[in-house]
C-alpha cells in the first residue's frame, strides 16, 4: 500500500481507530446473530421435546382400603405427602407438608412428648371419643415442628397449620385424592379443628371448607 506523504501521523492513527472500531462491531453484530439463532433453535425444540416433570401428579389413587384406616391406624402416603385420617365424622387428607420450610413432618403416636404440652391437650383435637382420644400427631424431622392429628401447629418454628386436600370416594369405594384442590387453608392463629369430612356412609363431603 502506498504511502500517502500528506497524511500525518495523527490521521493514521485516527485512521486506524476507526478500522478496529468496525472490526469491533462487525464481531458484536456477528455474536449477537449467532445468539438469536441459537435461542430461536432452543425455543422450537421445546415443541419436539416437550418438558418432563419428576413429580408425582397432584390427583392420585391411594392403595389402601379405606376401611383399613382407624382412629389409631391412619394412612401415610409418603410419596405423594398426603395422610389421609379417620375420626367420628369422617376422613380427611392432610398435605404433608411443614409451613415453615416445606419439610415432610413424620406421623408419631405421641407428638407431645419433649414439647411441655400435655397429651391432654393432644388428645382433644379432632372428633373423637374419649376411648379413641391418643396423642398423635405429626413432628417435622427438620426444625422440630409439631402438629396436633387435625394439623394444627402448636410446637416449633412452623407458623400456621398444615392444609387439608380434597379426597373422594370413586364409584368403585376407593379413594382418590386431588393435592392441587385444598379444602382447608388456616392462617396464623387459627387453632380451631376444621369440620370438613368425607362422611363413609354417603360417600360424599360435606362441603364445610375453611379458607378456600
Known sequence: MSVNPYETRATRRHRLVELTRRQFMLVVGAVASLGAV?????????????NATLESP???????DPASITVDNPYMDYSHRVGIMRDDEGYYAVRLICTHLGC?????TNVTNGTGVQNAVADGHGA???????????ACPCHGSRYYIDSTNFYGPAPRPMDWVDIQFTPDRKFVVDRSKLVVYRQAGQTTTPLWRLDPRTGTDNGKTIGV
Do not use: C, D, H, M
Not at 41 to 49: M, N, W
Not at 104 to 108: D, Q
Open 38 to 50: 441459537v435461542f430461536a433453535g432452543l425455543e422450537s425444540a421445546k415443541f419436539l421435546f416437550p
Open 58 to 64: 397432584p390427583v392420585f389413587r391411594p392403595t389402601v
Open 104 to 108: 415432610t413432618p413424620n406421623y408419631v
Open 128 to 138: 373423637r371419643r374419649s376411648a379413641e382420644q391418643i396423642p398423635n400427631g405429626w
